[in-house]
C-alpha cells in the first residue's frame, strides 16, 4: 500500500504538478492505480464508467464504433491527459458511447465519479484541466474532420504520421500497417502502397512494425 502510494505521489507531481497540493492529497487519498496490457479494450459503447480514468503512463485510442463495429479512430491520449467524453460521461453517470483501447502498455490512475463535481467546485486546477481537457479533444475532433472531409487519404496518412511524432516526441512508431488502416477507415493494401510511396519519396523509412519519419532538410 505505501509503494503504491509512494508511486501515485510521483505520477501526479510528474504528470499533474499544477494540481494544488490539498487536491493531489485527495487524489492519493481516494484514487487506485491500474495497469494494463497493450492492445485492451478499457471500455465499450453501452458500458457505464465504474471510475473516471487519468493516464498516467502509455497510450490510449478513442475510436466512434458503428452498428457493424467498424472502429473511426476520433483522438489519443497521452500520459498527463483525460478523456474529455468520459468526464462528462462519469459525472452525469451515463453510457459510454465511444471505445477505448491502450496503443501500449498503460497506467492510470482511477478516480472515484462522485469527486468529479465536488473537486469542480472545490479546486481551480482541476476546474480548468476539464475545461483544458475539453478544448484539447474538441480542436483534435475539428482536425479529424477536417481531414476526413476535406483531405487525400495520403494527406491524411501524412497528417496521421505528423501527428504521432509530434505527440509522442518520437521519430520512430512502432505500428503495424495494419493498425494504421484500421485507424483511417481503409484497407492494409492501400496503406502500404501508400507508405511505400512515401519512402520512394525520401520523407519515410519502413521496417518490420516501424516507420521511421525522415526530417526534410531546408
Known amino acids: 500500500m505505501l509503494d503504491e502510494e509512494h508511486q501515485i505521489t510521483q505520477l501526479l507531481n510528474r504528470h499533474y504538478p499544477f494540481f494544488e497540493p490539498?487536491?493531489?492529497?485527495?487524489?492519493l487519498e481516494s484514487s487506485s492505480l491500474k495497469k494494463f496490457n497493450a492492445q485492451t479494450t478499457?471500455?465499450?459503447?453501452?458500458?457505464?464508467?465504474?471510475?473516471?480514468?487519468?493516464?498516467?503512463?502509455?497510450?490510449?485510442?478513442?475510436?466512434?464504433?458503428?452498428e457493424d463495429s467498424k472502429e473511426f479512430l476520433m483522438y489519443?491520449?497521452?500520459?498527463?491527459?483525460?478523456?474529455?467524453l468520459s468526464?462528462?460521461?462519469?459525472?452525469?453517470?451515463?453510457?459510454?458511447e465511444v471505445l477505448?483501447?491502450?496503443?501500449?502498455?498503460?497506467?492510470?490512475?482511477?478516480i472515484p465519479n462522485e469527486k468529479l463535481d465536488i473537486w469542480a467546485r472545490k479546486y481551480k486546477s482541476w476546474y480548468y484541466f476539464v475545461l483544458e481537457s475539453y478544448r484539447s479533444r474538441f480542436e483534435e475532433l475539428l482536425e479529424v474532420i477536417d481531414h476526413v472531409a476535406f483531405k487525400k487519404l495520403d494527406e491524411r496518412l501524412e497528417y496521421y504520421l505528423d501527428n504521432r511524432v509530434n505527440t509522442t516526441?518520437?521519430?520512430d512508431i512502432t505500428i503495424t500497417h495494419q493498425e494504421i488502416a484500421n485507424?483511417?477507415?481503409?484497407?492494409r493494401e492501400v496503406i502500404s502502397r501508400l507508405l511505400k510511396s512515401m519512402e520512394q519519396q525520401g520523407t519515410i523509412k519502413l521496417e518490420r512494425n516501424l516507420i521511421r519519419k525522415i526530417k526534410r532538410s531546408v
Open 22 to 27: 490539498e487536491l493531489q492529497q485527495e487524489i
Open 42 to 66: 478499457i471500455l465499450s459503447p453501452g458500458q457505464y464508467f465504474k471510475a473516471t480514468l487519468l493516464l498516467v503512463e502509455g497510450g490510449l485510442k478513442i475510436y466512434r464504433e458503428n
Open 76 to 84: 489519443e491520449l497521452l500520459p498527463g491527459e483525460a478523456c474529455a
Open 87 to 96: 468526464l462528462v460521461c462519469a459525472s452525469k453517470n451515463v453510457k459510454s
Open 100 to 110: 477505448a483501447k491502450t496503443t501500449s502498455k498503460s497506467t492510470a490512475l482511477l
Open 169 to 171: 516526441g518520437n521519430s
Open 183 to 187: 485507424d483511417l477507415n481503409t484497407s
